[in-house]
């Protein structure tokens, strides 16, 4: 193969099969259970990186099923979203991201900079309440149960829940095995219909683990919780702050 062939064909790896498709990337009838618990401050100081500002010592523990997704599938994820501030505007910090799938996985650590481990999530209705779990290997890290469908959701905060910037720290290593990108990146999801929301009585269990440590943002209090359902488009994103680029102290 010419230079030339693989510069005009690189994108992933393999080169010859990459492991996900070019986007655009859209999500059909993607559910969210979303519980919002009162954690402790310091702890969420530990892990969201500056110029970030935590603003609420608060954690949007989500489960989400993604039964129809452009190139990567039928999956399922879990993870840890925190309300952060960057340059006076409100979003979520990504934090922590199990899932099922490994080309969500791949494409979303190396476009974005998800940070994507695999586990074995999963969201299901079981009579008459909405559970999640996530299991790390053969042990329980994580459960929620929330009332199915109790309340009716402000259908205009979700969307504007949906609609605000969300905000990720890519890293890529080089070869040498130091940091070669080390990015704040910023991303939205577009196209937005939401199908239904739901609020309702919730509980939320996060266990100790050494390798999925979702337990180390401890719950105190459990706030709210939302279940809805939509399709959504999941643009990529922009860096807004290199942290390769500031002088070493």
């Not at 970030?52 to 039964?67: A, G, N, S």
């Not at 504007?160 to 939205?188: M, N, W």
Request: hydrophobic content about 45%.
């Amino acid at each position: 193969m010419k230079i030339a062939d693989v510069k005009a064909k690189a994108f992933a790896m393999p080169l010859t099969s990459p492991a996900f498709p070019p986007g655009p990337y859209r999500f059909v009838d993607r559910e969210f259970l979303v519980i919002t618990y009162r954690t402790d401050l310091d702890a969420l100081r530990a892990v969201v990186p500056e110029p970030l500002e935590v603003t609420e010592p608060l954690v949007r523990y989500e489960f989400i099923r993604m039964p129809d997704s452009t190139g990567f599938g039928d999956y399922t994820e879990s993870g840890q979203v925190i309300p952060v501030s960057f340059e006076g505007v409100h979003g979520g910090y990504v934090h922590s991201m199990y899932l099922n799938d490994h080309p969500p996985i791949a494409g979303g650590r190396e476009l974005w900079g998800f940070p994507k481990k695999l586990a074995s999530p999963e969201l299901e209705v079981e009579t008459d309440t909405l559970v999640g779990t996530l299991d790390y290997g053969k042990v329980r890290v994580a459960k929620a149960t929330m009332g199915y469908k109790h309340r009716q959701a402000d259908h205009a905060a979700v969307l504007a829940a949906l609609q605000a910037p969300s905000f990720l720290l890519k890293i890529i290593p080089h070869v040498d095995g130091t940091a070669r990108i080390c990015e704040l990146v910023r991303y939205f999801t577009t196209d937005i219909v939401l199908k239904g929301a739901w609020s309702g009585p919730a509980s939320l269990e996060l266990h100790p683990h050494a390798l999925a440590p979702v337990a180390e943002l401890p719950v105190l209090k459990v706030e709210s919780a939302l279940h809805f359902v939509c399709d959504l488009t999941l643009a990529l994103g922009e860096v807004v702050h290199d942290y390769l680029a500031e002088p070493v102290a």
